[in-house]
T-cell receptor, first 111, second 116 residues
């Protein structure tokens, strides 16, 4: 079956440390994968896009990796801050489907 | 530049009633999407407009849901009659594809629908 999985348990990280979130998928051939941030009561906000032929993408304190062999994307936030606390969603685009979403991982950065 | 707006922000209705949700996309965006998120679950695609045409409505749950995008600007999603399982947050997103065929979707704040 086809699915995209993110850790459903909240991730608690100490301020200043690196937070790493995981997105795994099965039976899709993504053209690209995206990461979004969602705050309570708000819609998702786009953060980064990584293409199938890219291994890594960076934007300020954010880094995304994409391993099509492992069928996994990792999302890193370095020097984490309490303001980074939110739910982070991954979404992949397979040419045969619309954007497919993971359920999200809640990240809590403790001061 | 104004973002995607949705109205209403919340709606509480009784089973059997009708509700109409509205989405105003970012000006100039041809693509408009409707999604739904049930609590604790992933965001699910409902349908996709390109301008005023329905490009893909494979995610629409059943014929109680009707979406329109007259003139290719704002869109409405009507649920008639509403059932309990229709409760959730309905998101609208708009986008414009870049030259490489990649697109970034911009989301509205969502409409929280509760059917009692």
């Amino acid at each position: 079956s086809q699915k995209i999985e993110q850790n459903s348990e909240a991730l608690n990280i100490q301020e200043g440390k690196t937070a790493t979130l995981t997105c795994n998928y099965t039976n899709y051939s993504p053209a690209y994968l995206q990461w979004y941030r969602q705050d309570p009561g708000r819609g998702p906000v786009f953060l980064l896009l990584i293409r199938e032929n890219e291994k890594e993408k960076r934007k300020e304190r954010l880094k995304v990796t994409f391993d099509t062999t492992l069928k996994q994307s990792l999302f890193h936030i370095t020097a984490s801050q309490p303001a980074d606390s939110a739910t982070y969603l991954c979404a992949l685009k397979d040419s045969n489907y619309q954007l497919i979403w993971g359920a999200g991982t809640k990240l809590i950065i403790k001061p | 530049e104004a973002g995607v707006t949705q109205f209403p922000s919340h709606s509480v209705i009784e089973k059997g009633q009708t509700v109409t949700l509205r989405c105003d996309p970012i000006s100039g965006h041809d693509n408009l999407y409707w999604y739904r998120r049930v609590m604790g679950k992933e965001i699910k695609f409902l349908l996709h407009f390109v301008k005023e045409s329905k490009q893909d409505e494979s995610g629409m749950p059943n014929n109680r849901f009707l979406a329109e995008r007259t003139g290719g600007t704002y869109s409405t999603l009507k649920v008639q009659p509403a059932e309990l399982e229709d409760s959730g947050v309905y998101f609208c997103a708009s986008s414009q594809q870049d030259r490489g065929g990649y697109e970034t979707q911009y989301f509205g704040p969502g409409t929280r629908l509760l059917v009692l």
